[in-house]
């Protein structure tokens, strides 16, 4: 089976300190993210959270920190209640001219039952706007 990987890098005008608040703290994450009950960058940590499409399924996603590096890299386990298959989301982030490469990339997609809400396809649109539009908009506003 055919390795599948969604990829979206951003340059935010904002230092590393600022992004990686945003993608670690519960307040600033339900601003752009999703509003989760609890969330702590801890291995082991465990966290859930409903989504899916807006007039489709919403499914109880089930997600575990399985790797911190302050300030550089965060990576987590994300799989669905009831369906087989795990992925993992990674964000790196890198220092550049007093701004901020955030990288993610997010794999394991093949683990997944051949449903169409799980296709990569799905994946890739949902990180471009999550990251280019909500995640920018939370970071660069005026």
């Known amino acids: 089976m055919k390795k ?3 990829n979206v890098e951003r340059i935010f005008d904002a230092n590393k300190e600022s992004v ?3 993608i670690t703290e ?10 989760l009950a609890e969330f702590k960058t801890e291995p082991g940590f465990k966290f859930e959270f409903m989504g899916g499409p807006e007039d489709g399924t919403q499914y109880k996603h089930l997600c575990e920190i399985t790797e911190v590096i302050p300030q550089q890299k965060l990576t987590y386990s994300w799989r669905y209640e009831g369906y087989e298959g795990i992925t993992y989301v990674t964000f790196e982030l890198l220092e550049e001219n007093k701004k901020t490469r955030l990288k993610l990339t997010h794999t394991g997609f093949e683990t997944f039952p051949p449903i169409p ?5 799905n994946f890739e649109a949902g990180w471009d706007h999550i990251i280019n539009v909500s995640l920018k908009g ?3 506003k005026k």
Do not use: G, P
């Open 4 to 6: 599948q990987t969604v």
């Open 20 to 22: 990686w608040w945003a």
């Open 26 to 35: 519960k307040e600033r994450m339900k601003q752009w993210y999703f509003n």
């Open 117 to 121: 809400d799980f296709a990569v396809h």
């Open 138 to 140: 939370f970071l660069e």
